[in-house]
C-alpha cells in the first residue's frame, strides 16, 4: 500500500521561504516522477511541479515558476519543494504523489496523504 508523508508546511510572511519535503513508501513500481499539487480554499486541486525519475527535467506551472524549485533526494522515494518569495494566494494544502503520463507529469498515480498546510500572510 503507497503511502505519502508530507512536511515542512506552516505560517510565514509574504516574501519569506519554506522547504516541503515528501516521503513514498509502498510503491512497487521501478521508476516515476514525483510531483507537487495544492489546494486552497473553495478550489479544486492544482499542479505546481513535477521533477522526473533522474531527477534532471523539472516543470512547473505558471504561477510558481521563477519562485519553487522542485528536487528529488539521493534516496529516490523523496521529493522537496523549496519555495522562496511566497505570496498570499500561495496559501493552500500542499500534497505529493508519485506521478506519470507524458510531461509535465501532472498526473498522480497514489491516493492522496493528508497534505501539509502551507499558510502566507500579507
Known amino acids: 500500500q503507497v503511502q505519502l508523508q508530507e512536511s515542512g508546511g506552516g505560517l510565514v510572511q509574504a516574501g519569506g521561504s519554506l522547504k516541503l519535503s515528501c516521503v513514498i513508501s509502498g510503491r512497487t513500481f521501478s521508476t516515476y516522477a514525483m510531483g507537487w499539487f495544492r489546494q486552497a480554499p473553495g478550489k479544486e486541486r492544482e499542479f505546481v511541479a513535477s521533477?522526473?525519475?533522474?531527477?534532471?527535467?523539472?516543470y512547473y506551472a505558471d504561477s510558481v515558476k521563477g519562485r519553487f524549485t522542485i528536487s528529488r533526494g539521493n534516496a529516490k522515494n523523496t521529493a522537496y519543494l523549496q519555495m522562496n518569495n511566497l505570496k498570499p494566494e500561495d496559501t493552500a494544502l500542499y500534497y505529493c504523489?508519485?506521478?506519470?503520463?507524458?510531461?509535465?507529469?501532472?498526473?498522480?498515480?497514489?491516493?492522496w496523504g493528508q497534505g501539509t498546510l502551507v499558510t502566507v500572510s500579507s
Open positions: 521533477v522526473s525519475w533522474s531527477g534532471t527535467t523539472t
Open positions: 504523489a508519485g506521478t506519470g503520463g507524458a510531461p509535465p507529469y501532472d498526473n498522480a498515480l497514489d491516493p
